[in-house]
């Protein structure tokens, strides 16, 4: 049988934190800033973390579980 391969898509979005849950980062922060707030930028900056009901999937395409 041949490995595993985890999906590079994944592996380029996400990142573990040392108490298992999974970080992500905020979308609409790449193009098109001019109409939107300072405070809005400031904080789609912060990382966030994926919800529970999508950290199944995504440690599946991680190969985590």
């Known amino acids: ?8 898509s ?3 979005r996400f990142k573990l934190t040392g108490s298992g849950k999974i970080k992500r980062k905020h979308a609409f ?5 001019t109409k939107k707030s300072k405070k809005r930028k400031l ?7 994926v919800n529970d009901s999508d950290a199944k999937s ?6 985590l579980v």
């Open 10 to 12: 994944a592996k380029k």
């Open 58 to 63: 995504i440690k599946e395409q991680l190969r």
């Open 29 to 33: 922060k790449n193009h098109i800033l």
């Open 1 to 8: 049988m041949p490995k595993m391969k985890t999906k590079s």
């Open 43 to 49: 904080k789609l900056t912060h990382s966030g973390l």
